[in-house]
């Protein structure tokens, strides 16, 4: 069964030593859509966003064993980012 495809996903990740919250927001309503990642990173408290990423990715992360060797792996340099504040 497939899962149902939300606009937004917000997760306090715990767990990670490399962020403390993440959120996704949709922002196209194609069949895999993409959206806005954002991220709060544990060591300074600064906040990114990257554009653009695909739904499914944001599945996969969830997912894996480590987020931070998630997101250094697929989502770092990969896709373009705004530095918030």
């Known amino acids: 069964m497939k899962k149902p495809i939300v606009d937004t996903i917000s997760l306090y990740t715990g767990n990670s030593s490399l962020m403390s919250n993440l959120t996704w927001k949709r922002s196209t309503e194609d069949k895999n859509p993409k959206g806005v ?10 906040v990114y966003e990257y554009t653009k990423v695909p739904y499914s990715l944001i599945i996969e992360m969830l997912s894996s064993d ?20």
């Open 37 to 46: 990642l954002t991220i709060t990173f544990n060591a300074n408290g600064d």
């Open 66 to 85: 480590s987020l931070g060797q998630f997101f250094h792996n697929k989502i770092r340099d990969k896709y373009d980012t705004n530095k918030k504040g």
